[in-house]
């Protein structure tokens, strides 16, 4: 059974701050990893995407993957309020079109004010 | 921008009813899928689609579910007798292909089975 971890949180950052996000994943075989931002009874939108190790800087947004460590986090720089939501990681085995994303059921993250 | 476009918004249906969600998709997108986020939980993935014919399916999609593209631009989920526990949002979602999986996700629609 394929897997995607992620604490449920809340995590609450005050404005300004780094705030981390981290994600694990069971399959080693995992060929591609995106961090989906979803508002509440709103669609995944997705916000960034990572295939090889490293770090990949967007914005505010850096994904970092240790596919050694089956690990994969967000930072986000300078959290705003409007970043409040919950993050959804997803995994595909196959980096292929076509083929299913794992989802993790998501931190929730509160940037107060 | 090009979205994902979904009707309708809410559904409410009786157990055991059939019920057609209908989604259209971003126009040069080549792969089309079905997802699906009971009230709490993890997206869960049901089906991708692509040249007609079913690319990949979970555990979830059992005979009580197909999916069609009736034309060139609708892509419909059938759910032939509705349980209570297929109660949930289902989103449908296109990517272009091209090797890589960035899918991008319409609005949903709200299953209720009463």
């Known amino acids: 059974q394929k897997e995607v971890e992620q604490n449920s949180g809340p995590l609450s950052v005050p404005e300004g701050a780094i705030a981390s996000l981290n994600c694990t994943y069971s399959d080693r075989g995992s060929q591609s990893f995106f961090w989906y931002r979803q508002y509440s009874g709103k669609s995944p939108e997705l916000i960034m995407f990572?295939?090889?190790?490293g770090d990949k800087e967007d914005g505010r947004f850096t994904a970092q993957l240790n596919k050694a460590s089956q690990y994969v986090s967000l930072l986000i720089r300078d959290s705003q309020p409007s970043d409040s939501a919950t993050y959804l990681c997803a995994v595909n085995t196959a980096n292929q079109a076509g083929t299913a994303l794992i989802f993790g059921k998501g931190t929730t993250l509160s940037v107060s004010s | 921008e090009p979205e994902v476009t979904q009707t309708p918004s809410h559904q409410v249906t009786q157990m055991g009813q059939e019920v057609i969600l209908r989604c259209v998709p971003i126009?040069?997108?080549?792969?089309f899928y079905w997802y699906r986020q009971i009230l709490g939980q993890k997206v869960e993935f049901l089906v991708s689609f692509y040249n007609n014919e079913i690319s990949e399916k979970s555990e979830i999609f059992d005979d009580q579910f197909s999916v069609e593209r009736p034309d060139g631009s609708n892509f419909t989920l059938k759910i032939r007798s509705t349980k209570l526990e297929d109660s949930a949002m289902y989103f449908c979602?296109?990517?272009?292909?091209?090797?890589?999986?960035?899918?991008?996700f319409g609005s949903g629609t709200q299953l209720s089975v009463l």
């Open positions: 979602a296109s990517s272009e292909g091209r090797g890589s999986e960035k899918l991008f």
């Open positions: 126009s040069n997108h080549l792969y």
């Open positions: 990572i295939y090889s190790n």
